[in-house]
Structures are given as structure tokens and as C-alpha cells.
């Protein structure tokens, strides 16, 4: 089977290297020739455990390909994934654009019957739109040719993205027809063997799952947040609070640890967007409207504290900061808390010093010369007020207090993701400030 996969972003590269790995011809294209020539050359764009090696082993292998030639692709290809961007449009809904011009594409260049797969995270009522858009270059075209529209939103976590998709907690795939219901079980067969589920349903169902997943993640994370926040007021420690409920079955102990908010490409765009759907049908999401203006305030709560303790006087301070991208394991800084804090210490007046293993390359892109960048975390510390630490990354989880002592003026923590231990810090004369901890000052 040969298929292209349209857009080779975080999700794209991984599709189209993991359908390779299991023996099928792929194109990875992108309108990005940068992104494309560096494939070309062996350069991975993106920082994502072990996809390098697997995309190096395919290339080699014959079964990976990079190109900018969208035409050539959908012509020799049985069936084509969209997974390009879906940023949020200025009012928050998805913006189809890039989805739309990769349908009308497909219209303007197909040849044969073709498997047309939206894997890109967009909104209900998608299919419909890329049906048409096919259908309308192919009537330019004055041509009569078959294809189906498949939805198969992806569920992958960036940082684990290839295991994810190897072994898939479930596949969702919505078609309209036997034929693309053949195609699309023939090509996840491999991913299936040993157990991992594919939910075949309408195409309507499969874009909504998409969305209701990401919300339903999101708003479990804006509810330990939100509860954190009264566990401040109230003198009750999150951490416990979150083991109390975590050992409940029907709870679960997943996804619910307090924090400086969510980010990341998904979650504040989906939540988003999915608001806009059901307005666009007359009805309001008010739970999700909650979980959004839950995370808007959350990510806000760290400048808050560090605010309170040099009481407003942040001009002329320094902030160590540790962790930038949304989270662990990934370079993505896109919505993610590190940028928000950041720029308010800065508008504040204060000088900020950054370290992240993987994502310094990102902020440059975001902060310019207006921050510094730190060659590895105690670096950053050297005269600095206090330490904040953003994104939990392994590395910052064991600190040497005596290192820290000496480089830090002030013996402060702010720490975003509560994994420093309270006591510790306190028995070690840290000013200590978590999120949902009672404070020890
Ligand atoms: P990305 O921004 O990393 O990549 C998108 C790529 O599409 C870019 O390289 C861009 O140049 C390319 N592109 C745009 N228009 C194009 C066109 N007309 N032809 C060819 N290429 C084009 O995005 P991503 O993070 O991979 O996300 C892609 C989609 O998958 C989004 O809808 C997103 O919501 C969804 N998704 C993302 C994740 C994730 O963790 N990143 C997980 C699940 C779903």
C-alpha cells in the first residue's frame, strides 16, 4: 500500500514514520521547505523520544519519503492523511484553512479512488466540507472519479507519541462506507494484534470524540486546579487532597495533579473550539467556558505568588526559571504556561534566566534577547532572587540545596508542579511555594 500523509508536523512525521515501521510505502509531505530539506538530510525539526532513529531506519529502509511535491504524492498514493495545523481563528472556533486547501488538492490531482483521512483535530461537520471542497475540483477538473472521507482523529501525547501510536489505547475511525472501512482496517491491522481496540462509527462521532477527550482531560485538570486554589484558603495540601480522591476507582488517579495550568498545542485551542461548535448550534458548553477561564487565571498564579512575597516590587529582580515547554519530554512551547509567566515578570520589570533541556531553541523564537539563556539549570541560578520552576522535567526533580544556597541571593522556590518536597525545603530555610500546599510561611 502507498499512502501520503499531508502536513509533517508533531503528528504527521510520527503517522507517516510509524505506518512505515510497518512495512508501508509513505510520503510525508509539507508546504515547509525548510522543514522538508532538513528531513531530507536526516535533521529531525522536532524534539520527540526515539523518532529520529525510527525515521533514519525508514528512510534507509526505502519505505519514508519527504517531499514539497504535494501532486506527485496524492497521485501515486491509495490514500492520503490531512494532518496539517488547525490553529484557533481569531474568535477561538478551528481555523480550517490548511485542511481545506489540502482537500481541494486532493480534487485538483487525484487519479484514482483514493481514501481521503482527516486526521487533524477538527471540528464536527469537517468530512462534509472536505467532500465538497474534493468535489468541486474534480467537477472543475470536468472529471467523475470515486473517494471517501474518513475521520480518524489522533490521540497521541507529544513526549510518548511514538509509543502512543504503536500501541494505541484505542484507534477511533469514522467512515461512511464498507470500502473505506476496508482500507483503513487493513492499514491499522499491525497496530491491532495485540489487543489495542479500533472503534469503527460514523464520521460525525469520530470528530466529536476527538474533542470531548481533549475536554474532558482539560477539565479534569482545571478541577484539581480549581480545588488547589481553595486548599490555599482553607489550609488543605493538594497532594493529599489529590491521593484521597486519586484512590477511588471511579475517580482514578490519573491526570490530576495541581499546576501552573495546561498548554501545549491541543487542550486550550480544543477546548476552545469545541465552545465555538456548540454556540455555532445555539447551545453553551458552561462547564468547558469554566475549565478555560479556570486555566486563563492558573496560569497567572505563579506571578501571583511571587508577586506577594517581594510585595509588588519585581523591577530589578532576577528570576531563575526551569522548564519552558508545556510540558516534559517535548520542545513545544505553543500555550504554554513558561510564556505567559515570563512575559509578565518581564512587564513587571524583572530580568529573567531560563534553562530547559530541550526547548531553549523554542523560546528564542518567542523571547528574543529579551530573556538569557542558561547552559544547564544551576547556571541560571547564579545571582538570581529566587528559583521558578515551571515545567517538571526529571532533571530538576532532586535539588542540591547547597548548590542552590550558594548560587540563589534569596533562599526562595516557587515551584509550579508541587514535585519539591515541603518539609525538605523548609528544613533546609527555603521560603517553599507550591500550588495548593498550605504554605509553611
Ligand atoms: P504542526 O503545526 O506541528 O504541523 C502541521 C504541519 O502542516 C506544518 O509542518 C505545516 O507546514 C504543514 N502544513 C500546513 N498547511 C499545509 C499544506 N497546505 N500542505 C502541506 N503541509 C501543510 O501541527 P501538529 O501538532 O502536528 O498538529 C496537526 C493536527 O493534529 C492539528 O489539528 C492538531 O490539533 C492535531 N493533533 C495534534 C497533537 C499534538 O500533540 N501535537 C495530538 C493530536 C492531534
Redesign the pocket.
Given at each position: 500500500m502507498k499512502i501520503a500523509v499531508?502536513?509533517?508536523?508533531?503528528?504527521?512525521l510520527v503517522t507517516g514514520t510509524c505506518f512505515a515501521e510497518t512495512g508501508i510505502n509513505v510520503t510525508c509531505?509539507?508546504?515547509?521547505e525548510t522543514?522538508i530539506s532538513k528531513l531530507k538530510s536526516g535533521i529531525i525539526p522536532i524534539y520527540e523520544p526515539g523518532l529520529d532513529q525510527l525515521v533514519l531506519q525508514n528512510v534507509e529502509k526505502g519505505r519514508l519519503h519527504f517531499t514539497t511535491n504535494?501532486r506527485e504524492s496524492i497521485e501515486q498514493s491509495e490514500l492520503v492523511f490531512i494532518?496539517?495545523?488547525?490553529p484557533p481563528g481569531e474568535d477561538g472556533s478551528a481555523d480550517l484553512r490548511?485542511v481545506l486547501?489540502?482537500a481541494r488538492q486532493v480534487g485538483r490531482f487525484m487519479t484514482n479512488y483514493l481514501v481521503v483521512v482527516t486526521?487533524?483535530?477538527v471540528p464536527i461537520g469537517t468530512a462534509v466540507k472536505v467532500k465538497a471542497a474534493i468535489q468541486d475540483e474534480l467537477q472543475k477538473r470536468g472529471v467523475e472519479l470515486d473517494f471517501d472521507v474518513a475521520s480518524n482523529p489522533?490521540?497521541?501525547?507529544?513526549g510518548n507519541a511514538i509509543d502512543d501510536f504503536m500501541k494505541p489505547d484505542r484507534i477511533v475511525v469514522g467512515t461512511e462506507t464498507e470500502q473505506a472501512q476496508k482500507v483503513l482496517s487493513k492499514l491499522y491491522k499491525p497496530f491491532t494484534l495485540n489487543g489495542h481496540p479500533i472503534l469503527f462509527m460514523d464520521v460525525p462521532s469520530a470528530e466529536m470524540t476527538k474533542y470531548a477527550a481533549n475536554a474532558m482531560l482539560a477539565t479534569k485538570i482545571s478541577f484539581i486546579n480549581d480545588i488547589a486554589n481553595l486548599c490555599e484558603l482553607v489550609g488543605a495540601d493538594i497532594s493529599m487532597v489529590r491521593q484521597g480522591i486519586g484512590s477511588d476507582a471511579r475517580i482514578g488517579n490519573k491526570f490530576i495533579y495541581a499546576g501552573a495550568g495546561y498548554g501545549g498545542?491541543?487542550f486550550p485551542k480544543d477546548v476552545k473550539a469545541i465552545i465555538k461548535t456548540a454556540e455555532s448550534y445555539g447551545y453553551r458548553l458552561r462547564l468547558l467556558e469554566a475549565v478555560d477561564n479556570i486555566n486563563e487565571d492558573q496560569k497567572k498564579i505563579l506571578v501571583k505568588k511571587i508577586s506577594q512575597h517581594f510585595k509588588n516590587h519585581l523591577e530589578g529582580k532576577t528570576f531563575a526559571v526551569w522548564g519552558l515547554s508545556f510540558k516534559p519530554h517535548t520542545d513545544d512551547m505553543r500555550e504554554a504556561p513558561s510564556v505567559v509567566i515570563i512575559k509578565k515578570l518581564i512587564k513587571a520589570g524583572a530580568k529573567v534566566k531560563v534553562y530547559d533541556p530541550v526547548a531553549m531553541h523554542e523560546a528564542q523564537k518567542v523571547f528574543g534577547n529579551t530573556i538569557e539563556y542558561g547552559k544547564d539549570p544551576y547556571d541560571v541560578l547564579i545571582d538570581a532572587d529566587a528559583l521558578v520552576l515551571i515545567t517538571e522535567w526529571p532533571e530538576f526533580r532532586i535539588l542540591n540545596y547547597k548548590i542552590l544556597e550558594k548560587l540563589l541571593k534569596n533562599k526562595v522556590v516557587f515551584d509550579g508542579r508541587n514535585i519539591y518536597d515541603m518539609a525538605e525545603m523548609t528544613e533546609n530555610g527555603f521560603d517553599y511555594y507550591g500550588i495548593g500546599r498550605t504554605n509553611v510561611k
Open positions: 499531508v502536513g509533517t508536523g508533531y503528528v504527521g509531505v509539507d508546504i515547509d522543514k504535494v494532518a496539517v495545523g488547525t490548511h486547501e489540502v486526521k487533524s483535530t489522533e490521540f497521541l501525547k507529544e498545542s491541543c
